[in-house]
């Protein structure tokens, strides 16, 4: 599975769009992109996920780019209760469910 | 939603011990089960792979009898810690698959092992 990128740490003012990078430029064809937080001493919690367009959901939006080779998760309005680590991972969605997890980006949305 | 309900949340043991810790789906089964280890500041690694009424399959460099995994339904999985060291103190915490979408996953709340 290909590795992801992601910036250690970033601040976002609460109310305000946080967005967040992942670099997955080895990134095959048939792998997917999925996005998952882990608020402090909790299991990790699915965001969304996307193969090669634009996905909105109810907890974010994920802009993928047009060669694949990065994407966005945007959370348009961060409250205090979004403080926690993103993970971006890349992987097939064949039958090996087996996922790759990085450190993440710890997001820490300030009052 | 589908949820993961894991159990206990916290335990604390004495060293020499085995501590159970137990992974329900609650209203899904699940084809497949994963148990990850998780250290401070550290991210998830995964231990094993667990299906339904077949053996687990064990990460490299984990003990498979040390970490001894049962999976004997659809909705339940257990991990058992078998003489626990302080060493094994960690956070524990579960996932699982329905098998169908692309890898979707539902994680337990995790269960935190002090071992003295």
């Known amino acids: 599975d290909a590795k992801t990128t992601q910036p250690t740490s970033m601040d976002c003012a609460e109310g305000r769009a946080a967005n967040l990078p992942c670099n997955h430029s080895t990134i095959s064809g048939n792998e997917y992109v999925y996005w998952y937080r882990q608020i402090h001493s909790q299991g990790p919690q699915y965001i969304i996920h996307?193969?090669?367009?634009?996905e909105t959901n109810e907890m974010a939006s994920l802009i993928i780019t047009e060669d694949r080779k990065s994407s966005t998760l945007i959370l348009p309005h961060a409250t205090l209760r979004d403080t926690a680590v993103y993970y971006c991972?890349?992987?097939?969605?064949?039958?090996?469910?087996?996922?790759?997890w990085g450190l993440g980006t710890s997001l820490a949305v300030n009052p | 939603g589908a949820v993961v309900s894991q159990h206990p949340s916290w335990v604390i043991c004495k060293s020499g011990t085995s501590v159970k810790i137990e992974c329900r789906s609650l209203?899904?089964?699940?084809?497949?089960m994963f148990w990850y280890r998780q250290f401070p500041k550290q991210s998830l690694m995964l231990m094993a792979t667990?299906?339904?009424?077949?053996?687990?399959?064990?990460e490299q460099g984990v003990e498979k009898d040390k970490f001894l995994i049962n999976h004997a339904s659809l909705t339940l999985s257990t991990l058992t810690v078998t003489s626990a060291h302080p060493e094994d103190s960690s956070f524990y915490i579960c996932?699982?698959?329905?098998?169908?979408?692309?890898?979707?996953?539902?994680f337990g709340a995790g269960s935190r092992l002090t071992v003295l």
């Open positions: 991972i890349v992987a097939n969605a064949g039958n090996n469910r087996k996922l790759i």
């Open positions: 209203d899904f089964q699940a084809t497949t």
């Open positions: 996932s699982a698959t329905t098998g169908a979408g692309a890898n979707v996953l539902t």
């Open positions: 667990s299906n339904e009424g077949s053996k687990a399959t064990y």
């Open positions: 996307g193969l090669k367009n634009n």
